[in-house]
């Protein structure tokens, strides 16, 4: 089990950039594929963006190619999510997710630990 906990957040215009954190605790984080997933109200999860445990492979969901960005900081237990040109399309309550693994999935299924998420609202 490892914790974790995001933040960065918040209200943005169309266009505009965010760059949402996940703090993960232990000494063990570098061990762990991680993955972004997103959840508006009533409906389900989505994927978002993955990464494998070393941060040498990254994966996107198609609707944020090119627009968002996935990296690792191991050294300092942390997880990013630049997310540049938002849409209205984006708001949503952002988590991260933990994987003993070292490749990333896309199955919310096979993450075994998640933040409690942090909101994102774009205007239209």
């Known amino acids: 089990q490892v914790q974790l906990v995001e933040s960065g957040g918040g209200l943005v215009q169309t266009g505009g950039s965010l760059r949402l954190s996940c703090a993960a605790s232990g000494r063990t984080f570098s061990s762990y594929a991680m993955g972004w997933f997103r959840q508006a109200p009533g409906k389900e999860r989505e994927f978002v963006a993955a990464?494998?445990?070393?941060?040498?492979?990254?994966y996107y969901a198609d609707s944020v190619k090119g627009r968002f960005t996935i990296s690792r900081d191991n050294a300092k237990n942390t997880l990013y999510l630049q997310m540049n040109s938002l849409k209205p399309g984006d708001p949503a309550v952002y988590s991260c997710?933990?994987?003993?693994?070292?490749?990333?999935?896309?199955?919310?299924?096979?993450?075994?630990?998640w933040g409690q998420g942090t909101q994102v609202t774009v205007s239209a």
């Open positions: 990464i494998t445990s070393s941060g040498d492979l990254t």
């Open positions: 997710a933990a994987r003993q693994s070292y490749g990333f999935a896309i199955s919310s299924r096979v993450y075994d630990s």
